[in-house]
Protein backbone atom coordinates (compact mmCIF):
# COMPACT_ATOMS: atom_id res chain seq x y z
CA UNK A 1 0.00 0.00 0.00
CA UNK A 2 1.39 3.58 -0.80
CA UNK A 3 -0.18 5.84 1.27
CA UNK A 4 -0.14 9.56 -0.09
CA UNK A 5 0.13 12.47 3.14
CA UNK A 6 0.02 15.82 0.98
CA UNK A 7 -0.31 19.07 2.90
CA UNK A 8 1.85 22.38 3.34
CA UNK A 9 4.07 21.09 5.97
CA UNK A 10 4.63 24.75 7.26
CA UNK A 11 6.67 23.69 9.13
CA UNK A 12 7.24 20.14 9.19
CA UNK A 13 6.16 19.52 13.07
CA UNK A 14 6.52 16.01 15.49
CA UNK A 15 2.58 16.06 15.27
CA UNK A 16 3.23 14.93 11.22
CA UNK A 17 6.23 13.08 11.98
CA UNK A 18 4.18 11.07 14.46
CA UNK A 19 1.69 10.44 11.72
CA UNK A 20 3.75 8.77 9.42
CA UNK A 21 5.05 6.73 12.56
CA UNK A 22 1.53 5.80 12.84
CA UNK A 23 0.54 4.90 9.51
CA UNK A 24 3.67 2.80 8.90
CA UNK A 25 3.24 0.78 12.70
CA UNK A 26 -0.74 0.83 11.34
CA UNK A 27 0.11 -0.28 8.34
CA UNK A 28 2.84 -2.50 8.53
CA UNK A 29 5.12 -3.47 4.88
CA UNK A 30 3.45 -0.23 3.88
CA UNK A 31 5.13 3.11 2.08
CA UNK A 32 4.05 7.36 2.95
CA UNK A 33 4.70 9.50 0.43
CA UNK A 34 5.22 12.87 1.49
CA UNK A 35 4.07 15.21 -1.10
CA UNK A 36 3.77 18.88 -0.10
CA UNK A 37 2.25 21.51 -2.47
CA UNK A 38 3.92 23.51 -4.88
CA UNK A 39 4.72 27.28 -4.76
CA UNK A 40 1.49 28.04 -6.52
CA UNK A 41 -0.97 26.63 -3.84
CA UNK A 42 -2.48 29.82 -2.35
CA UNK A 43 -1.84 29.91 1.08
CA UNK A 44 -0.74 32.36 3.33
CA UNK A 45 2.09 32.84 5.06
CA UNK A 46 3.62 29.57 2.88
CA UNK A 47 7.63 29.54 2.64
CA UNK A 48 9.24 28.34 -1.00
CA UNK A 49 8.46 24.79 -1.74
CA UNK A 50 12.77 23.79 -1.34
CA UNK A 51 12.93 24.48 2.16
CA UNK A 52 9.63 22.63 3.54
CA UNK A 53 11.18 19.57 1.07
CA UNK A 54 14.81 20.45 3.17
CA UNK A 55 12.94 19.86 6.27
CA UNK A 56 10.88 16.74 5.32
CA UNK A 57 14.42 15.05 3.80
CA UNK A 58 16.35 16.03 6.63
CA UNK A 59 13.89 13.97 9.33
CA UNK A 60 13.07 11.27 7.22
CA UNK A 61 15.95 10.68 4.60
CA UNK A 62 16.68 7.58 6.52
CA UNK A 63 13.34 6.02 6.19
CA UNK A 64 12.80 3.93 2.95
CA UNK A 65 9.79 3.36 3.94
CA UNK A 66 9.08 7.23 3.31
CA UNK A 67 9.13 8.85 -0.34
CA UNK A 68 9.42 12.87 -0.20
CA UNK A 69 7.75 13.93 -3.54
CA UNK A 70 8.39 16.79 -5.46
CA UNK A 71 4.99 16.44 -7.95
CA UNK A 72 3.40 19.78 -6.72
CA UNK A 73 6.38 21.76 -7.52
CA UNK A 74 7.14 20.21 -11.09
CA UNK A 75 3.65 20.30 -12.18
CA UNK A 76 0.44 22.94 -12.13
CA UNK A 77 -1.62 22.06 -9.37
CA UNK A 78 -4.74 20.54 -10.90
CA UNK A 79 -6.33 19.06 -7.89
CA UNK A 80 -5.44 16.17 -5.36
CA UNK A 81 -7.30 14.44 -8.07
CA UNK A 82 -4.64 14.44 -10.87
CA UNK A 83 -1.67 14.23 -7.79
CA UNK A 84 -3.50 11.16 -6.90
CA UNK A 85 -3.30 9.80 -10.63
CA UNK A 86 -0.25 10.74 -11.68
CA UNK A 87 1.42 8.92 -8.63
CA UNK A 88 -0.81 6.05 -9.52
CA UNK A 89 1.41 5.71 -12.88
CA UNK A 90 4.44 4.86 -10.62
CA UNK A 91 3.01 3.11 -7.26
CA UNK A 92 0.18 0.66 -6.47
CA UNK A 93 -2.41 0.64 -4.23
CA UNK A 94 -2.45 4.44 -3.59
CA UNK A 95 -4.65 5.54 -0.33
CA UNK A 96 -5.11 9.27 0.58
CA UNK A 97 -4.04 10.26 4.28
CA UNK A 98 -6.26 13.37 4.90
CA UNK A 99 -6.81 15.26 8.58
CA UNK A 100 -10.79 15.37 9.06
CA UNK A 101 -10.78 18.72 9.30
CA UNK A 102 -10.01 18.21 5.89
CA UNK A 103 -13.06 16.31 5.16
CA UNK A 104 -15.63 18.56 6.19
CA UNK A 105 -14.72 21.10 2.75
CA UNK A 106 -14.26 17.56 0.38
CA UNK A 107 -16.98 19.10 -1.69
CA UNK A 108 -15.23 22.29 -2.17
CA UNK A 109 -12.16 20.07 -3.56
CA UNK A 110 -11.45 19.62 -7.26
CA UNK A 111 -13.53 16.62 -8.91
CA UNK A 112 -14.09 15.95 -5.09
CA UNK A 113 -16.70 12.95 -6.41
CA UNK A 114 -13.83 11.32 -8.64
CA UNK A 115 -11.39 11.21 -6.01
CA UNK A 116 -13.56 9.83 -2.83
CA UNK A 117 -14.85 7.22 -5.38
CA UNK A 118 -11.78 5.90 -6.50
CA UNK A 119 -9.16 6.40 -3.62
CA UNK A 120 -9.28 4.63 -0.47
CA UNK A 121 -9.37 7.12 2.41
CA UNK A 122 -7.51 7.23 5.88
CA UNK A 123 -8.67 9.85 8.11
CA UNK A 124 -6.77 11.15 10.78
CA UNK A 125 -9.54 11.92 13.71
CA UNK A 126 -8.56 15.71 14.79
CA UNK A 127 -10.80 18.07 16.86
CA UNK A 128 -13.50 15.65 17.44
CA UNK A 129 -14.80 15.84 14.33
CA UNK A 130 -17.98 12.98 13.49
CA UNK A 131 -16.20 11.47 10.84
CA UNK A 132 -18.73 8.98 10.29
CA UNK A 133 -21.69 12.02 9.83
CA UNK A 134 -19.54 13.89 7.86
CA UNK A 135 -19.29 11.02 5.36
CA UNK A 136 -22.45 9.93 5.46
CA UNK A 137 -23.41 12.81 2.44
CA UNK A 138 -20.89 11.14 0.63
CA UNK A 139 -22.61 7.19 0.77
CA UNK A 140 -23.80 7.86 -2.66
CA UNK A 141 -19.97 7.47 -3.89
CA UNK A 142 -19.50 4.29 -1.91
CA UNK A 143 -16.18 5.90 -0.33
CA UNK A 144 -14.08 3.13 1.83
CA UNK A 145 -12.16 5.30 4.69
CA UNK A 146 -10.63 3.81 7.65
CA UNK A 147 -10.35 5.86 10.58
CA UNK A 148 -6.69 6.81 12.09
CA UNK A 149 -6.96 7.71 16.15
CA UNK A 150 -4.40 10.38 16.74
CA UNK A 151 -4.79 13.67 18.65
CA UNK A 152 -2.37 16.61 19.14
CA UNK A 153 -2.44 20.06 20.11
CA UNK A 154 0.45 21.07 17.72
CA UNK A 155 -0.65 23.73 15.92
CA UNK A 156 1.88 25.19 12.02
CA UNK A 157 0.18 28.69 12.65
CA UNK A 158 1.24 29.01 15.91
CA UNK A 159 5.32 27.76 15.28
CA UNK A 160 5.18 30.35 12.47
CA UNK A 161 3.94 32.86 14.71
CA UNK A 162 6.65 32.24 17.41
CA UNK A 163 9.33 29.87 16.68
CA UNK A 164 11.17 29.45 20.01
CA UNK A 165 8.42 29.32 22.01
CA UNK A 166 6.65 26.11 20.30
CA UNK A 167 10.33 24.41 19.43
CA UNK A 168 9.79 21.67 21.49
CA UNK A 169 6.69 20.89 18.75
CA UNK A 170 9.76 20.68 16.26
CA UNK A 171 12.28 17.95 15.28
CA UNK A 172 15.69 19.78 16.65
CA UNK A 173 17.13 19.31 12.93
CA UNK A 174 13.93 21.17 11.45
CA UNK A 175 14.06 24.37 14.33
CA UNK A 176 18.28 24.34 13.61
CA UNK A 177 17.17 24.43 9.59
CA UNK A 178 14.51 26.89 10.70
CA UNK A 179 16.99 29.17 12.43
CA UNK A 180 20.03 28.92 10.33
CA UNK A 181 17.60 29.63 7.13
CA UNK A 182 15.91 32.37 9.37
CA UNK A 183 12.36 31.07 8.24
CA UNK A 184 9.31 32.39 9.89
CA UNK A 185 10.84 35.48 11.20
CA UNK A 186 13.45 33.53 13.09
CA UNK A 187 16.96 34.95 13.67
Not at 57 to 77: C, Q, R, T
Amino acid sequence: MHIVYGGAFNPLTKAHIDIVNLILKTYKNSKVIIVPVGNDYNKSELIDFHDRYNMINLVFKNNKNVIVSKIEHENVFQGTIETLNKLSETYSNIHLLVGSDNILYFDKWIKYEKLLSTYPLLIVNRDNVLINNVMSKYNYLNVKFNIIKYNSEINSSLIRKDINKYKEWLNIDVFNYIKENKLYGAD
